[in-house]
């Protein structure tokens, strides 16, 4: 009777251990992928499915090397936006082409492989969740526009999406020469 006991005490506290564990890991989850835990769990309707997904995406992120840019290519980057925005005001689809064309450089450059654009994203979301949805966004009016079905305003949103991935990727330090800041020149776009 005592070792039935026993045996029924270890096996729940080996449940709690292990329903504990997955509670921490949803939460870590849920704290580093922020919106973007979110959005999966709704994607894929079953936690356990997307807490795999995301699991799988902090694994294969930790594959890269992923490093930041020195402040010259911080400040050609910015030199870019800035040069994509002033072409936005003749040439709208052309400057949301050269901004989707500029995010992929800027993440070459600090390491991210450039798969197709689901991969990507995906990657990226490992260390920019709060801004990878503004990627899709820009991503999906983007290919709306080069189906003909974009109008300017929408153009306009693209680039403020691109905007917000492409202040992230460049990095919190990019100020440091004191050469403004890239949403300056967004607000003459807005």
């Given at each position: 009777m005592v070792w039935v006991?026993?045996?029924i005490v270890v096996a729940l506290i080996?449940?709690?251990?292990?329903?504990?564990?997955?509670q921490r890991r949803s939460s870590q989850l849920r704290e580093g992928f922020g919106p973007e835990y979110d959005r999966v769990v709704e994607e894929r309707g079953?936690?356990?499915?997307?807490?795999?997904?995301?699991?799988?995406?902090?694994?294969?992120?930790?594959?890269?090397?992923?490093r930041p840019l020195d402040e010259g290519a911080r400040e050609r980057y910015a030199e870019r936006w800035?040069?994509?925005?002033?072409q936005f005001v003749d040439e709208p689809s052309g400057a949301v082409q050269e901004a989707d064309t500029l995010v992929a450089s800027v993440m070459r450059e600090r390491g991210y492989p450039l798969d197709d654009f689901e991969q990507r994203a995906a990657d990226v979301s490992v260390d920019h969740p709060d801004v990878v949805e503004n990627y899709r966004a820009a991503h999906g009016i983007s290919t709306a526009d080069a189906e003909g079905r974009a109008g300017t305003e929408d153009l306009r949103?693209?680039?403020?999406?691109y905007r917000a991935l492409f202040d992230?990727?460049?990095?919190?330090?990019?100020?440091?020469?004191?050469?403004?800041?890239?949403?300056?020149?967004?607000?003459?776009v807005r």
């Open positions: 006991l026993v045996v080996a449940v709690v251990a292990i329903l504990m564990l997955r079953d936690r356990r499915a997307a807490e795999s997904e995301l699991d799988d995406r902090r694994k294969r992120r930790e594959q890269f090397e992923i800035r040069a994509t925005q002033r949103q693209a680039m403020v999406h992230d990727l460049l990095g919190p330090d990019r100020h440091a020469a004191g050469n403004g800041d890239t949403r300056d020149e967004m607000r003459e």
